[in-house]
């Protein structure tokens, strides 16, 4: 269960005040994937960081009984000056799993060859990204927190993500925030559409998406 209670996130955007989520209150039930739908900049990666703890609203609080992991696939946080695997051993440390066990997993999974003992100032996005998906992964988490992960890196490599992120919904879940119908309908239960900073929750996901497409199809005809 994540309950989202009185939530309100705004940003000063050219000198004026943007809410972007609007005294949101709501709860989202456990052992479900989501889908996160909603346009461009209506504040669908605002909410996952927020729900991921990485950034503070303006007011309100989430509260959850079990543990949620941060943004799959962010790679803001790691020391550009540290090698890769000196970041997974911090990440490990910090998360209290075992470094090795950990270490070797990513190391494996992410085909960085010896760049994973290179500093990762050294990598290409595309390097950071298949690291920070690793790392992601490689972490047991209650709820998962994805945005466009299984877009990273070549088709065999977006096929080995997607398969890896199947598994781990067996045991777990996720809020997935994709543009990919698709992949929506493949991997997620029900979904919730957020719009002028509400959200609204859809128990089935094809109802979800319908939502969302209708809406997007009302904001194309309005330009």
């Known amino acids: ?29 456990s052992g479900r994937s989501l889908a996160l739908l909603g346009r461009n900049g209506a504040g669908k990666s605002t909410l996952l960081q927020i729900i991921a703890g990485t950034l503070r609203p303006d007011t309100g609080h989430i509260e959850s009984d079990g543990s949620i992991s941060w943004p799959v696939g962010f ?4 020391h550009a000056n540290l090698t890769g695997v000196q970041n997974i051993r911090f990440v490990a440390r910090v998360y209290g799993v075992d470094s090795d066990e ?3 997993f990513v190391r494996e999974f992410a085909e960085l060859g010896n760049h994973f003992y ?12 298949r690291l920070a998906f690793g ?15 299984t877009a990273v890196g070549d088709a065999v490599f977006r096929a080995k993500s ?4 199947k598994d ?21 239960d029900s979904g ?28 194309r005809a309005q330009k």
Do not use: W
Request: with cysteine; hydrophobic share 45%.
């Open 192 to 219: 919730v559409l957020l719009s002028d900073g509400k959200l609204q929750y859809f128990e089935d996901v094809h109802e979800a998406v319908e939502a969302h497409l209708e809406l997007m199809a009302r904001q």
């Open 135 to 149: 790392v992601s992964m490689g972490i047991h988490f209650d709820t998962y927190l994805v945005d466009e992960v």
């Open 162 to 165: 997607r398969e890896l992120f």
């Open 1 to 29: 269960m994540i309950r989202i209670e009185n939530l309100v996130k705004s940003f000063r955007v050219r000198g004026h005040k943007k809410i972007v989520i609007n005294n949101l209150n709501m709860e989202l039930p």
């Open 102 to 104: 950990l270490c070797e």
């Open 168 to 188: 781990r919904m067996q045991t777990s879940s996720a809020i997935l925030v994709s543009h990919d119908m698709g992949q929506v309908k493949n991997f997620c």
């Open 75 to 78: 790679a803001g946080s790691f």
């Open 118 to 129: 290179m500093p990762v100032r050294s990598y290409s996005s595309g390097m950071k990204a």
